[in-house]
């Protein structure tokens, strides 16, 4: 018998390493992987490249209607990368311009509805990992797995400033802190849809985990969760 299929729902901070497992279980499990961080990050990009005001409503509302998101795979990656408007910004996305607007961005609640809107659509057939702040609370609030994912902030910095340097060797680790410092205090304090665990979250520690011990952990919980199903479903 197959096994049934899951939502699995990741939540956490900057830099914890949602991506990493997120992409891991995807393939392990034949699951679509949606990074909901570059849906925000993309949006973004659109707004810092039109000049959109983002405090001023009519502005961010006329500029949504101009933005067509999509995802395409990329096999090099073993994940989707993110195009705007038909463009592949996956790269773009990730520089420190946009790094240090986005959480504004998705503070903003007619973002955030353009984004969960599409978001759920994707969800419709299981069979998906997402991660982000919001999945598990407001996303997929029935979600089968939820997992809420930190880890010690020197070492959050430490490897995204290691990500960065590769393509940018300017970076300071000092710009680095201080961007996931302000967007970590600006995602759990904003007023829609706040980073927040949500009450059925399992918490998942990572700073001391290799990610193959981080990937059978989780795995456990997703054959623990398809178990349980596949028992409903024989009652
Ligand atoms: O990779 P990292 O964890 O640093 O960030 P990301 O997942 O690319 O998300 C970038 C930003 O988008 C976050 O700092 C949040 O402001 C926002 N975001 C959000 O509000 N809700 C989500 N579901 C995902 C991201």
Not at 12 to 24: D, L, R
Not at 177 to 183: K, T
Not at 185 to 208: F, G, H, V
């Amino acid at each position: 018998m197959e096994q049934p299929k899951i939502i699995i729902a990741i939540d956490g901070f900057s830099s914890c390493g949602k991506s990493t497992i997120a992409k891991q279980l995807s393939v392990a499990l034949g699951y679509k992987y949606i990074d909901s961080g570059a849906m925000y990050r993309a949006i973004t990009l659109y707004f810092l490249r039109h000049s959109v005001g983002f405090y001023h409503h009519g502005s961010v509302v006329d500029a949504l209607q101009h933005v067509n998101l999509s995802f395409e795979y990329n096999p090099d990656r073993q994940a989707s990368d993110i195009l705007l408007n038909e463009e592949n910004v996956s790269l773009e996305i990730r520089e420190m311009p946009v790094s240090n607007k986005v959480s504004e961005v998705a503070a903003i609640k007619e973002v955030r509805l353009f984004a969960v809107e599409q978001q759920q659509k994707m969800g419709i057939m299981k069979g998906i990992v997402m991660d982000g702040r919001d999945i598990g609370t407001v996303v997929f609030p029935q979600a089968e797995l939820k997992v809420f994912m930190t880890a010690d902030p020197a070492v959050r910095v430490l490897r995204r400033f290691h990500e960065l340097y590769e393509k940018n060797n300017q970076i300071t680790i000092d710009e680095v802190r201080h961007n996931l410092e302000l967007r970590d205090y600006i995602d759990s304090t904003r007023e829609e849809s706040p980073l927040k665990r949500a009450k059925d979250a399992i918490l998942l520690d990572n700073s001391n985990l290799t990610p193959e011990e981080q990937l059978n952990k989780v795995l456990g919980w997703v054959q623990q969760r398809t178990g349980n199903l596949q028992a409903a479903e024989i009652g």
